[in-house]
């Protein structure tokens, strides 16, 4: 195929039947040609120059019919589109790549009708090598890495759902659908060329088989080397799915790509304003300009305890009793853009530097930007489940495809507005809560009114402690018959989704010490004065309590043969550094604070610990499966030697 681009981009592609399937439903596009109909392995691997072109990986749904028909109709539309694009195409890439998507799943679904299939689908992921920039779109589970500099960084979003007691997330997204007006706004993008980088496109064959270190150790060799080295390294492995892989390398650019690279990088700086400021959740805000700004502001958070999005101040102000003036303080996480400034907002006891400079500044609001996706991204999904709550659109400003995105995207107007722009805020204690409930692998779980416990102790999935049976009172009616007094119970209804801890995790392990264990965990995201810690009252002391007696209920009810110690914490931040580096805790992520006994409940005390929260937030962002894996073993690892070793640190005991 004819090369009409100013780039060079070198280009393998690989595709192999998984060991566990019948036929390989997966399918290509690559230098103008795909696989047909039916097929099995690719006989060899393609080598080609794909500059100007579509290189893209479909991965016919195994679990629906059909999957080789949906992948081929795929990447048959695909091929049949391909032709070079013009400078305005590339100008309104999101429109064409939209335009694109709802041609192929048109395609799909009216082969599907026409033959009474019930079901099918396909995912897609595929990279459009431009004249001024490289655009990507993905739908599924299929995956687009970045290898820059060194570093691994993964560019499409998994459109997956993880179900409880299934060891594979399900596909929220996939091409093939009924009636699919509109696709996921993190559906696409667009990244500048740079010489050097190497992009990967990737079924979960490949994914599910190898970690993310082992993909970027092989990546790193010559561009056919690496291909066979990932698929003979997959096969090792087991190769339990088709597996398909591209991998193309940008070997050389013009003088006149590179300029046009940095003048997208200069109008990227202008999009994000060369002032970028700091300020942190709860501190005083001094600035005279920004309270003008932002007084009047509000955006929506939502709370599983209301069941609903609940409007909220991004400032408030208390006012000085001596003085009579009013001070404003932060109410919200996230960022914030006025003209051409920025504003981010950190977690409190996150230590910021506002001497920094703006490269680095930059780095920090995409920190922030990509955990405020992650989280943003869980919520609605959770939202759409219980109807209840499903808001009609979604609370942020979503001014790109995702927060990451817009605040790496490179192709939009100067900010010359004079409007305030919420681009996402929340209140923090929720992400708090989600960041904990993700490190220590969370057993509770919502939906609707009901509140799951996944116990492995009890071995049951789905127990709804919400119900009026797990509940640690019961009542007594009192009458006198004939005395036309009516029987009382009817007028009693019961409290709807009150009985929510915030973590509940469980170490069912065959050492003694730590044999039959619940831990109830409740997320403290405030308690902090600017010196001290504040002691939490009594209301929590007393929840606290009382989730431990309705659990030290349902073990006693479900499994009366066993003896199960119910211990108790509350998680604070780190606000004094104490969590650093030690033997015994190489991670520094979490440490035990202190312990709170009481003088009428001598059976049983609350542990008070501490969490480094940056390094919290580096771990659930980070594109490297292995830091987050660690991360979470070493939190319980700390969790069941502070058990152990705790002498102080007393449980309820179930018998």
């Not at 398909?244 to 700086?269: K, P």
């Not at 939009?412 to 929340?426: L, M, Y």
């Not at 409740?522 to 929840?543: F, Q, R, T, V």
Request: proline share 2%; charged share 30%; with cysteine.
């Amino acid at each position: 195929m004819k090369n009409d681009n100013r780039i060079s981009v070198k280009a393998v592609c690989a595709s192999i039947t998984g060991a566990l399937m019948e036929r390989n439903e997966d399918n290509f596009c690559f230098n103008g040609i795909g696989m047909p109909e039916v097929h099995d392995d690719l006989e060899e691997n393609l080598i080609a120059e794909v500059g100007g072109q579509w290189v893209a990986v479909f991965d016919g749904i195994g679990g629906l019919p059909r999957g080789e028909e949906a992948s081929y109709l795929a990447a048959k539309t695909l091929l049949d589109e391909e032709r070079p694009w013009t400078e305005q195409d590339e100008q309104n890439y999101e429109t064409i790549l939209l335009q694109m998507l709802k041609k192929i799943n048109d395609n799909i679904t009216s082969w599907r009708k026409d033959r009474k299939i019930t079901k099918m689908g396909t995912t897609m992921s595929a990279l459009k090598f431009g004249q001024e920039a490289i655009y990507g779109l993905s739908i599924g589970d299929s995956r687009i890495y970045r290898m820059h500099d060194g570093k691994l960084e993964q560019l499409s979003t998994d459109h997956t759902f993880r179900r409880p007691g299934h060891m594979k997330s399900a596909l929220t997204e996939y091409l093939g659908k009924e009636h699919q007006a509109e696709f996921p706004e993190n559906s696409f993008f667009c990244v500048p060329y740079e010489k050097g980088d190497r992009y990967l496109i990737c079924s979960d064959g490949l994914t599910d088989m190898l970690e993310e270190s082992k993909i970027k150790s092989r990546m790193e060799q010559p561009v056919e080397e690496a291909v066979t080295s990932l698929i003979e390294e997959t096969i090792r492995m087991g190769a339990d799915d088709n597996t398909t892989i591209i991998l193309a390398e940008v070997e050389s650019e013009t003088d006149e790509v590179q300029n046009g690279s940095d003048a997208m990088q200069s109008e990227s700086d202008a999009v994000m304003g060369k002032q970028i400021e700091y300020i942190q959740d709860g501190a005083e805000i001094t600035s005279e300009e920004w309270i003008m700004q932002l007084q009047q502001e509000k955006y929506r958070s939502f709370g599983f305890e209301y069941k609903n999005w609940k409007n909220e101040n991004l400032i408030f102000y208390r006012t000085d009793q001596d003085t009579n003036e009013k001070h404003y303080y932060s109410n919200f996480v996230g960022i914030v853009r006025w003209a051409d400034k920025m504003l981010l907002s950190f977690p409190k006891s996150v230590k910021l530097d506002q001497s920094e400079g703006y490269l680095k500044k930059l780095e920090m609001l995409k920190v922030y930007a990509k955990l405020l996706d992650l989280y943003l991204a869980d919520v609605w999904e959770a939202a759409e489940r219980n109807q209840k709550c499903k808001p009609k659109k979604a609370p942020w400003n979503m001014v790109s495809q995702s927060v990451e995105q817009w605040c790496a995207q490179t192709e939009k107007e100067q900010a010359d507005t004079a409007e305030v722009q919420i681009i996402a805020a929340v209140k923090f204690e929720k992400v708090y809560e989600w960041l904990l409930g993700w490190l220590y692998g969370n057993q509770i779980s919502l939906f609707g009114e009901k509140v799951f416990f996944e116990s492995k102790i009890l071995d049951q999935k789905e127990i709804n402690i919400n119900e009026c049976q797990n509940n640690v009172y019961s009542w007594k009616v009192y009458g006198k018959s004939g005395n036309g007094i009516q029987d009382r119970t009817p007028v009693f209804k019961n409290q709807e989704k009150k009985n929510i801890p915030d973590i509940v995790i469980e170490m069912d392990k065959e050492d003694s010490e730590l044999k039959n264990i619940c831990c109830i965990l409740d997320a403290k995201y405030c308690g902090w004065d600017g010196e001290s810690y504040i002691l939490p009252g009594n209301a929590d002391i007393y929840k606290q309590f009382f989730y431990q007696e309705q659990f030290v209920k349902l073990y006693s009810k479900q499994a009366p043969e066993k003896e199960v110690k119910i211990y108790n914490a509350l998680i604070f931040p780190d606000y004094m550094g104490d969590t650093v580096r030690t033997n015994k805790n190489k991670e520094g992520i979490l440490r035990l604070c202190a312990v709170a006994a009481f003088d009428l409940h001598k059976d049983r005390t609350i542990g008070i610990w501490q969490v480094n929260l940056q390094k919290l937030i580096e771990g659930r962002i980070s594109s490297d499966e292995e830091v987050q894996k660690r991360m979470q073993k070493n939190c319980r690892g700390i969790t069941e030697s502070l058990i152990k070793t705790g002498k102080d640190f007393l449980p309820m005991r179930t018998k």
